[in-house]
Nanobody, 121 residues
């Protein structure tokens, strides 16, 4: 089973940027469609962005479209989320996972510890 470790979160002012990383061990990610999700306190986990194994197709939730960019480096077994123009409503714990479709359906059975992103106004 693949183990996923998210990193790169932190505290940033509104309008700032962060780059999250999702490193995998135990199995290569190169054949998986991957997704980023986030969960704010008191809310359900929501899909943020997805990328096919080839990197040729991506998808984004409406709330981040135009501000976030998902990418991957299969040679490094890592998926990234570049987040620009951050807003306080982006504050959440961010997680990556394997997914079945680009809309975020069918996330893998286990989740990593996530990385916290806090955006101050």
């Amino acid at each position: 089973q693949v183990q996923l470790v998210e990193s790169g979160g932190g505290l940033v002012q509104a309008g700032g940027s962060l780059r999250l990383s999702c490193a995998a061990s135990g199995r290569t990610l190169s054949r998986y469609t991957m997704g980023w999700f986030r969960q704010a306190p008191g809310k359900e986990r929501e899909f943020v962005a997805g990328i096919r194994w080839s990197g040729g197709s991506t998808s984004y939730s409406d709330s981040v479209k135009g501000r976030f960019t998902i990418s991957r480096d299969n040679a490094k077994n890592t998926v990234y989320l570049q987040m620009n123009s951050l807003k306080p409503k982006d504050t959440a714990a961010y997680y990556c996972n394997t997914i079945i479709t680009l809309n975020g359906s069918g996330p893998g059975g286990s989740w990593g510890q996530g990385t916290q992103v806090t955006v101050s106004s």
